[in-house]
């Protein structure tokens, strides 16, 4: 549906007169009028809105996910544009996206940033230049950004250890395989879950940080595995990372006597690992890329949206997979 210009033309009018119309260069507007964060919660004012998306890297199943449910929430609303970047997995890469955005003029900026630290600067430039930021999933440093949405890792990071703490019986040996420590989930997957374990008999004998990769967790387990003859668990903070994991043990022969635990819970990987066998537990980290957009229509159209949106996650074992896991916390 497409909107009616001539239906908007006096509000148009007024925002051009009042100064506040053609402040930054909107191509795919010709009136050039600008919506953000004004307006009065009626449909947007312009026909066509431009959002860019900064991925920071396509190379994991799940941000392929997440960049399909914005594709797909965009879809019905033919008055948003999505303009896609991928960073491949390099902050300055992603720093350049923003800044790209910023010049070019977008109309909302979503980013799912690969570090907090570096890409907070970027962030706070495009919030002063006027444009609407949802950071998504990772976060960046204090709260100069129009809202965030992502699951609780901290909690998921707890409800995973208080899920091991159980099914180990309050004791054993644990490899603890982190997602970048420089990101937030995994800063957050890791306090969580010492938390959780921190007055059972559990003891990690072995800890490194994966990057989120497959093939680093692969390398690490391999490093544990030639170290230590018990183990009892591994917690990887991904199911990448867990699948790694679980691919060294079964060339090392020892797959059956380890339990592999991970987060994501995508239908088509981690889920289905639980239901091969492969991974004894995962933890749903839901990509919120719907909710993006629904934010996204809301800030176009002057409503306000909370500061924090905080998506649900459910737990996925053999005993409930096929009944499609169990919500947490
Ligand atoms: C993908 C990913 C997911 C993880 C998320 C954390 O890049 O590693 O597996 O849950 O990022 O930000």
């Given at each position: 549906m497409r909107?009616?210009?001539?239906?908007y033309l006096p509000v148009i009018a007024?925002?051009?007169i009042a100064g506040l119309a053609g402040c930054k260069k909107t191509p795919s507007n010709s009136a050039g009028a600008d919506s953000h964060g004004q307006g009065d919660g009626n449909p947007i004012t312009k026909a066509t809105s431009t959002i860019g998306m900064s991925q920071c890297n396509l190379g994991e199943p799940w941000r392929v996910q997440m960049n399909d449910d914005i594709r797909r929430?965009?879809?019905v609303h033919p008055e948003l544009k999505v303009i896609f970047k991928d960073a491949q997995n390099d902050t300055l890469k992603q720093r350049s996206h923003i800044e790209e955005f910023i010049s070019a003029g977008v109309d909302?900026?979503?980013?799912?940033?690969?570090?907090a630290q570096p890409l907070t600067e970027p962030v706070a430039k495009a919030m002063q230049a006027g444009i609407p930021v949802i950071v998504l999933d990772r976060r960046v440093t204090g709260d100069n950004y129009t809202c965030f949405?992502?699951?609780?890792?901290?909690?998921?990071?707890?409800?995973a250890g208080k899920w091991i703490?159980?099914?180990?019986?309050?004791k054993g040996n644990v490899v603890e395989l982190k997602g970048l420590m420089t990101s937030t989930p995994g800063q957050d997957r890791h306090s969580g879950f010492r938390e959780a374990i921190k007055d059972s008999q559990i003891n990690i004998i072995f800890e490194a940080d994966m990057k989120w990769l497959e093939p680093d967790a692969r390398k690490e387990m391999e490093s544990a595995l030639s170290?230590?003859?018990?183990?009892d668990l591994v917690y990887a903070h991904n199911d990448p990372g867990a699948h790694g994991a679980w691919l060294a043990a079964n060339a090392a022969g020892r797959a059956e006597k380890i339990r592999f635990v991970g987060i994501d819970a995508l239908p088509h990987e981690g889920v289905l690992y639980v239901k091969q066998g492969i991974l004894d537990a995962t933890f749903q980290y839901p990509t919120g890329g719907a909710e993006a957009i629904d934010a996204a229509l809301k800030v176009l159209r002057g409503e306000s949206v909370p500061k924090e949106i905080t998506l649900g996650s459910r737990v996925f074992t053999k005993e409930n997979v096929d009944n499609g896991g169990e919500p947490i916390g």
């Open positions: 909107h009616n210009t001539a239906r007024a925002l051009a929430a965009a879809a909302l900026i979503i980013i799912s940033p690969k570090e949405i992502g699951a609780d890792n901290r909690l998921i990071g707890r409800e703490v159980n099914t180990l019986g309050g170290r230590f003859d018990q183990i």
